[in-house]
């Protein structure tokens, strides 16, 4: 069956330095999305994607987090830099195109700041 | 912008019985979509179950069931003759059936324990 695809599973960094996350789809997803979760909170959406575009990153603190979908596949999430706020698990999710479809999650990245 | 609330921070129940997840939404649209995803622990998260808001018909997987009152705007979950793998953190969800973002939006969770 195919999974959604994540690494590393756990990052631990200091802060102010630069993290980088990667995500890779189910084959065939066209919709990609970014979300994080505090511990003891449900997932909140960073970025959604739609193949290489971006449709709603309305939640995403854009003067540190950057993320890319360049080839409308896998994708990287980036913190540069890095804050203590900033630990938390961060989830990709990915679906076939059309409202009706699952989204299906990957096993996420624990983020450790120090 | 909508909102799902979980009042339930905690549950437990003894195996084989019932149990039911409370959930409560709130939104000004008529079309959407819900749903309760399993997150077991150092596990990816999963859908248990998803209901079309159009849809009189509570959804049914095998020993999972929802009772959805969209009057009411809540949308419980029930899991009958509780096994010990179905332990883990129960997120509640909601989906705008809209254009544009498709984004989940999620309640804070119900952590189950289920005792031998």
């Known amino acids: 069956e195919a999974e959604v695809a994540q690494s590393p599973r756990y990052k631990i960094t200091e802060k102010s330095q630069a993290v980088a996350f990667w995500c890779d789809p189910i084959s065939g997803h066209a919709t990609l999305y970014w979300y994080r979760q505090i511990l003891g909170q449900g997932p909140e959406l960073l970025v959604q994607f739609q193949d290489e575009s971006v449709v709603d990153d309305s939640q995403l603190p854009k003067d540190r987090f950057s993320a890319e979908r360049l080839k409308g596949v896998d994708s990287t999430l980036k913190i540069q830099p890095a804050e203590l706020g900033d630990s938390a698990m961060y989830l990709c999710?990915?679906?076939?195109?059309?409202?009706?479809?699952?989204?299906?999650f990957g096993p996420g990245t624990r983020l450790t700041v120090l | 912008a909508q909102t799902v609330t979980q009042s339930q921070p905690e549950m437990s129940v003894q195996e084989a019985e019932t149990v039911t997840l409370s959930c409560t939404y709130d939104t000004s649209e008529s079309d959407y979509y819900l749903f309760w995803y399993k997150q077991p622990p150092s596990r990816q998260m999963i859908l248990v179950i998803r209901q079309e808001a159009y849809k009189q018909q509570n959804a049914t997987e095998n020993r999972f069931s929802v009772n959805f009152q969209k009057a009411a705007k809540s949308f419980s979950l029930k899991i009958s003759d509780s096994q010990l793998g179905d332990a883990a953190m129960y997120f509640c969800a909601y989906r705008s059936a809209q254009g544009g973002s498709e984004k989940l939006v999620f309640g804070k969770g119900t952590k189950l324990t289920v005792n031998p």
């Open positions: 999710a990915t679906q076939r195109r059309g409202t009706t479809d699952t989204q299906y």
